[in-house]
């Protein structure tokens, strides 16, 4: 990517992205939800794979965090103010482990192994 892409997309540097991340944060704050939660593991096998190594508890609090969005927003509700504020949604629990799984999948591709999988479509 172009260095001036990449000082586009930085909310650190772009007035743009920053304004982009707040209303995201704001949104995600609304339903109790963090932006790893939003990663499908039926659409990405990675996703899934990273799951899959992630510790019980961790994927059984994302669960408790979808339902519990799912419920908020066919209510028409939000969670209550109080609740909102202590709401992290930009701490990642998913990205290291992701990462480790592309990595892994890349090395094993240029190594000219088989995928652990094959990709389908459900």
């Not at 704001?26 to 190594?53: C, N, S, W």
């Amino acid at each position: 990517m172009s260095s001036l892409l990449q000082s586009f997309l930085d909310p650190k540097k772009s007035w743009l992205a920053a304004q982009h991340m707040k209303a995201l944060s704001a949104r995600l704050r609304h339903y109790g939800l963090r932006y790893d939660d939003l990663y499908d593991g039926y659409y990405d096998l990675d996703v899934k794979e990273a799951l899959d190594r992630l510790p019980r508890e961790i994927v059984d609090a994302r669960n408790q965090r979808i339902k519990r969005a799912m419920d908020l927003s066919m209510k028409h509700e939000y969670l209550p103010e109080n609740l909102q504020v202590m709401q992290t949604p930009f701490r990642s629990y998913l990205q290291d482990m992701l990462s480790l799984v592309k990595k892994e999948n890349a090395e094993r591709e240029a190594l000219g192994a088989l995928p652990l999988y094959q990709r389908q479509i459900p």
